[in-house]
Every structure is written in C-alpha cells, then in structure tokens.
C-alpha cells in the first residue's frame, strides 16, 4: 500500500518560515504531478502548489510568492517551503499527487500565530 510521510510542521510567528518535507514508500514520485494540499479547521482540503517533472510550478493565488515546491525524484520527496506565513495558512499540510490518489498521510499541522 501506498504510504506518504509528511513532516516540518509546528508552531509559527506571523512572518516566520517552515519547509515540510514529504516521502514517499510503494510510489514513484517522478512518474506523478506531485502537489501539496492543506486542510485548514472546518473547511475542504484544498491544493495550493504543484510540480511537474522538469520542474514546472503552480501555486494557488493567496501562496504564490510565499511558498516554493520542490521535488527530488532520486530521494523520492517533495518539499514546499513556507515563508511569510500568515494566520490563515494555519491547517494540516499534505501531499498528493495531483489530482490526488485514495492514499492520504497522516498530514503535518502548522499552526501560525503570535
């Protein structure tokens, strides 16, 4: 089975910075859009960036200039580092591919306030 890792969450400022890492077992990230999604208290999981093999991106509106995804396909993860964050970035943090699989980890929490 399939199985995500998602980890580098915590407790942030306004204004700070934290880059999630995510891994994978029993996928090949280099054959996949690979994305990072968010789900933030009493609202739908939604994506907010993603990468293509060569490398190209995209980000949702209210992240792009903020957030960076990035993927090495020799280690089979993806990151996304987070800078400038903002209350409203607060949620639990996954990855997918995109569109995204039935297989979901565990998710990491970030949570950003003063």
């Known amino acids: 089975q399939v199985q995500l890792v998602e980890s580098g969450g915590g407790l942030v400022q306004p204004g700070g910075s934290l880059r999630l890492s995510c891994s994978g077992s029993?996928?090949?990230?280099?054959?996949?859009?690979m994305g990072w999604y968010r789900q933030a208290p009493g609202k739908q999981r939604e994506l907010v960036a993603s990468?293509?093999?060569?490398?190209?991106?995209w980000y949702k509106d209210t992240v792009k200039d903020r957030f960076t995804i990035s993927r090495d396909n020799a280690k089979n993860t993806v990151d996304l580092q987070m800078n400038s964050l903002k209350p409203e970035d607060t949620a639990v943090y996954y990855c997918?591919?995109?569109?995204?699989?039935?297989?979901w980890g565990q998710g990491t929490q970030v949570t950003v306030s003063s």
């Open positions: 997918n591919r995109a569109p995204p699989s039935d297989y």
């Open positions: 990468i293509r093999n060569g490398g190209i991106t």
């Open positions: 029993r996928i090949i990230f280099s054959i996949y859009v």
